[in-house]
């Protein structure tokens, strides 16, 4: 039973995530305020802003990951998607179980769909998505 | 019977050695728990003061955090409760840019 347990203890105690893989996460995550903001600036309501970080906190999203899932739904509204439609779309998507990139991924894929957003592979326009700083140079 | 219970045991530790060491587990949804602080015990000015350090230093991120008392699952807590108030996104977005 001891080496059982020691195995167990062993295999909890490494981390599958190496330290400084956090950093870009941290820093993603640090945009979250910043980047919900320019949704409430672009006209979404306080109600519906407040829904969709409430649907993507309880399904246990990091806030980098809810970050670049804002971000995705920002830039849509700036390209002229219907603003009470913030985040339907990432609700059906998070009900199917996606996550992280490939969520982010089929925001996008789902904008370029309907006619909205940035091209595939091009960064949102003037916008630094790391730094929290948030405009390019 | 015993060999059942040790397998029975060693599942479930199998299970919760899993659950500990997963990325996930940073994740904002187990947060609450697992953060030594809560979001609530800081205000946006600890959460400017972390991001205007970590944007300094970013390789220094994880240790400016613990700093602050701050695990990640209790970043990310901080980080939604102030995206949740148009107020405090506010200020802290004013603050950071």
């Given at each position: 039973m001891q080496r059982i347990l020691a195995f167990a203890a062993l295999f909890a105690a490494a981390?599958?995530?190496?330290?400084?893989?956090s950093v870009p996460a941290i820093l993603r995550a640090l945009r979250l305020p910043a980047l919900v903001t320019e949704a409430r600036l672009a006209g979404v309501t306080d109600s519906v802003v407040r829904e969709v970080l409430d649907g993507l906190r309880r399904r246990g999203l990091p806030a980098d990951e809810a970050a670049m899932v804002v971000r995705e739904e920002v830039d849509a509204v700036h390209a002229g998607?219907?603003?009470?439609?913030?985040g339907g779309f990432v609700q059906r998507q998070l009900d199917a179980g996606l996550r992280g990139r490939a969520l982010a991924e089929a925001i996008r894929a789902e904008h370029r769909a309907r006619g909205i957003g940035r091209p595939e592979g091009r960064p949102p326009q003037g916008r630094d998505t790391i730094r929290p700083g948030g405009r390019v140079p | 019977m015993n060999a059942r219970i040790r397998w029975l045991a060693f599942g479930t530790a199998l299970i919760l050695a899993a659950a500990c060491s997963r990325p996930g587990g940073e994740a904002a949804g187990e947060a609450g728990a697992a953060?030594?602080?809560?979001?609530?015990?800081?205000?946006v000015d600890d959460a400017v003061a972390v991001a205007q350090a970590i944007e300094a230093d970013p390789a220094a991120a994880d240790s400016i955090l613990a700093a602050h008392g701050l695990t990640r699952a209790g970043f990310d807590s901080l980080m939604y409760d102030i995206a949740a108030d148009s107020a405090l996104a506010r200020a802290y977005t004013e603050a950071i840019n």
């Open positions: 981390p599958l995530v190496q330290v400084g893989d998607a219907p603003k009470d439609n913030f | 953060s030594s602080m809560t979001a609530t015990d800081h205000t």
